[in-house]
């Protein structure tokens, strides 16, 4: 089984920082790409940013400039630095991986693997 645990949200007022953090673990053999989606009340989710393993990242136009995001391999850890935090910015933000993982005798590779999602609130 695979498991991603996020944590690092939380309230922030207008212009403020956060940093998200998504730990992947289980019968994992390689992470092809990481990246972070949101999803406001009554919205549908949207991607924010996006990382491949070789380091590649592609950003949501409405958060670049502002948010960056990072992995580490080694640790099977993407990051999200959140900067200059808007009040639309709030979401609850979930992490996603396409990763290969052991199954059996088999190597499974998938791109259905979320987070439990974190809530960032970002007061006016």
């Known amino acids: 089984q695979v498991q991603l645990l996020e944590s690092g949200g939380g309230l922030v007022q207008a212009g403020g920082s956060l940093r998200l953090s998504c730990a992947a673990s289980g019968s994992i053999i390689s992470i092809n790409a990481m990246g972070w989606y949101r999803q406001a009340p009554g919205k549908q989710r949207e991607l924010v940013a996006v990382?491949?393993?070789?380091?590649?990242?592609n950003y949501a136009d409405s958060v670049k400039g502002r948010f960056t995001i990072s992995r580490d391999n080694a640790k099977n850890t993407v990051y999200l630095q959140m900067n200059s935090l808007k009040p639309e910015d709030t979401a609850v933000y979930y992490c996603?991986?396409?990763?290969?993982?052991?199954?059996?005798?088999?190597?499974?590779?998938?791109?259905?693997?979320w987070g439990q999602g974190t809530q960032v609130t970002v007061s006016s």
């Open positions: 990382i491949t393993g070789g380091g590649s990242a």
């Open positions: 996603n991986a396409d990763l290969t993982r052991r199954s059996g005798s088999f190597n499974r590779r998938g791109s259905d693997y």
